[in-house]
C-alpha cells in the first residue's frame, strides 16, 4: 500500500487495472488494489505484486511469498502461469514490465491534477522532496519513492498514483541518452524541472552537451501549455532553452544567482540548522527560512518557488513552507554524534557524487559549525565514478576547491581519489586506501569530539558504510533532516 492510499481506499478496482494491463485471468478477479508492489520486502495486502525481472532476480520466485503477504494478485508472464496459479489470482501477460508501463500511463489519463518531472546531473532527490512538502501543504500530493527514478521506478510511480490527487511529482534520472525521453513521454508533465548540468555518466555520453541534450528530454513529454524551468547559471543555458523551445513549452523560466533570472538568489546566509535565503521571484522579494543547510539547496529552492507558481501555489506560502525543508539521508543529512560526553557533526553526503557535488558538500562542510571551538572540519572522500578519460584529473582538481576552504583534514578512498590525496596541500591530507573495507575501522577512529565531517563518493565506493560506523558506535542524539 502507498502512502496516498489511506483509511482502506483502493487504487485501482479490478477491472480498472485488468483493462490496461491487457491480462488473461487464472483464478477469481481481484475485487480491489490497494497499491502496487515489485518488492516482497515491502508489500502489504492487497497489493498487485508485478513480477519484474531485474538484473539480479526475477519477480517470478518471489510469486509465492506475494501471495503469503496478502497480495491481491501478481502479473505474471506467460512462461511461468502454470506453474504459479496454485498460489492465487494471477494476470498473465507477454511482458510483466510493459504490462506495468501501460498501467502507469492508465493511472496517468485519470489523474486531473497537476505533474511536475524533475531531472538534472545533481539534486534531483531533494528538490523532489522540498517540492513535495511545499505542495502537500495545499493538497493531496504523490511523488516518487526515494529515488525511483529509472525504466522500473517511474511507471511503479505512475501505477501507484492516486485518481483524486491534486499534485504529482516525478523524479526521472538516466546514464544515457534516450532514457528519460519514454518516460517523460509517460509522466506527461505540466512542468518540466531541470535542477542542474553537470560532468555525470561522461563515461556513457562523452561530453557535457551530450549531457545537456539527455538531460532536455524531459521537454519532450510535456503537455500543451506547459513550463519549462531551467538553471541559469550554467553554461548550457542557451542549449537548455533552445531545447525547451524546440519541444514546444509555452512558458521557460530560469533561476540561479545569475542577473535576470526569474528566480535570483540575492542572499544566503548559513545557519546552525538550515539557512536565511532572500530572492527575487517574478519580481516579487522574498526573504524565507530553508530548513535543509547549503548553498546548492538554497538555489534550488528557488526553482521550487517557480514550479508552486507555475502550479498554482502562492508563493509566499510555499516560500514558508521550505523552513520544513529537510536534507534526504545521504544527501546532506546532519546526525549529532555523541562522544565523550561531548558532541560531534556528521554530515551524510555518501548517497552519490561528481565534481559539482562534491564542490557543493565541501563548501557546506566549510559553512557548518563546530560543536567546539577545538574541533576540526573533516572531509572522507571516495572516487568519483562514470567520469569518462579525464577522471583523473578532476579528481585532482579538488585539491584547488579544498586549499581555499576552511577544511581541516581530508581522508580519500579509491584509486582514482589518490590523485587528490597526492595534489592535497601540506597538512590537509589524511589517510588513504584504495578500498574502504581497508580503512574503515581507521576512518572511524579519526572522529572525536568537536568534530565535524563530511563523508562523500559514489555509490560503488560504499562511503555508506563509514556513515554506518560512526553511527553505530557512537548513538545519534538525533537526526537533522531525516529524509
Not at 477491472?15 to 488473461?24: C, D, F, Q, T
Not at 517470478?60 to 506475494?66: D, L, P, R, T, Y
Not at 531531472?119 to 512538502?133: A, D, F, I, N, R
Not at 565535524?452 to 555509490?459: D, L, P, R
Amino acid at each position: 500500500m502507498t502512502d496516498d492510499v489511506k483509511n482502506g481506499a483502493p487504487l485501482w478496482s479490478g477491472l480498472e487495472s485488468i483493462v490496461p494491463l491487457n491480462a488473461r485471468i487464472v483464478g477469481s478477479t481481484a475485487l480491489v488494489v490497494r497499491g502496487v508492489s515489485i518488492d516482497t520486502r515491502t508489500l502489504q495486502p492487497g497489493d498487485l505484486f508485478f513480477a519484474i525481472r531485474g538484473d539480479a532476480n526475477d519477480g517470478h520466485a518471489f510469486v509465492e511469498q506475494a501471495f503469503a503477504k496478502g497480495a491481491a494478485a501478481a502479473v505474471v508472464d506467460e512462461a511461468h502461469a502454470d506453474a504459479l496459479k496454485k498460489f492465487g489470482t494471477l494476470y498473465v501477460v507477454h511482458d510483466v514490465l510493459r504490462a506495468m508501463e501501460d498501467l502507469g500511463r492508465a493511472a496517468r489519463r485519470r489523474m486531473t491534477g497537476v505533474v511536475c518531472a524533475i531531472t538534472g546531473s545533481v539534486g534531483k532527490t531533494s528538490t523532489k522532496e522540498m517540492l513535495k512538502g511545499v505542495l502537500s501543504a495545499a493538497g493531496k500530493t504523490h511523488a516518487s519513492v526515494a529515488s525511483y527514478n529509472n525504466h522500473w521506478g517511474v511507471p511503479l510511480t505512475l501505477s501507484r498514483m492516486p485518481a483524486d490527487a491534486s499534485f504529482a511529482i516525478f523524479e526521472i534520472g538516466m546514464n544515457h541518452s534516450n532514457e528519460i525521453r519514454p518516460l517523460t513521454k509517460m509522466v506527461n508533465p505540466h512542468v518540466a524541472l531541470i535542477t542542474a548540468i553537470a560532468p555525470v555518466h561522461l563515461e556513457n555520453l562523452g561530453t557535457i552537451e551530450a549531457i545537456a541534450d539527455a538531460k532536455a528530454e524531459i521537454f519532450e513529454g510535456l503537455e500543451a501549455g506547459g513550463v519549462a524551468i531551467i538553471p541559469r547559471d550554467t553554461p548550457h543555458y542557451v542549449r537548455l532553452d533552445t531545447s525547451a523551445r524546440g519541444a514546444g513549452a509555452d512558458t521557460i523560466l530560469s533561476f540561479g544567482e545569475t542577473a535576470g533570472a526569474d528566480a535570483q538568489l540575492i542572499s544566503f546566509e548559513p545557519q546552525a540548522e538550515g539557512s536565511l535565503v532572500s530572492a527575487e521571484v517574478m519580481g516579487e522579494q522574498l526573504t524565507y527560512r530553508l530548513g535543509a543547510p547549503g548553498r546548492h539547496l538554497a538555489q534550488n529552492s528557488l526553482a521550487i518557488l517557480l514550479c508552486a507558481r507555475a502550479v498554482g501555489v502562492d508563493m509566499v506560502e510555499a516560500a514558508h513552507q521550505l523552513q520544513f525543508a529537510t536534507a534526504p539521508q545521504g544527501r546532506g543529512q546532519q546526525i549529532t554524534l555523541e562522544i565523550d560526553g561531548a558532541s560531534a557533526t556528521l554530515i551524510d553526503e555518501s548517497y552519490n557524487a561528481n565534481p559539482v557535488s562534491m564542490r557543493a558538500a565541501l563548501t557546506l562542510l566549510s559553512q557548518t559549525p563546530m560543536p567546539a571551538i577545538f574541533g576540526r572540519r573533516m572531509a572522507m572522500l571516495g572516487d568519483m565514478l562514470e567520469l569518462g578519460p579525464d577522471e583523473i584529473k578532476l579528481h585532482a582538481d579538488l585539491a584547488d576547491v579544498i586549499a581555499g576552504l576552511p577544511v581541516d583534514l581530508v581522508h580519500t578512498v579509491g584509486p582514482r581519489m589518490k590523485a587528490l590525496h597526492e595534489a592535497l596541500p601540506a597538512g590537509k591530507a589524511g589517510l588513504h586506501a584504495d578500498k574502504v573495507t581497508d580503512i574503515l575501522e581507521t576512518l572511524v577512529d579519526q572522529v572525536v569530539a568537536g568534530d565535524v565531517v563530511m563523508i562523500k563518493g559514489s555509490n560503488g565506493i560504499r562511503m555508506g558504510s563509514v556513515v554506518q560506523a560512526l553511527k553505530d558506535r557512537h548513538a545519534p542524539q538525533q537526526n537533522k533532516g531525516e529524509g
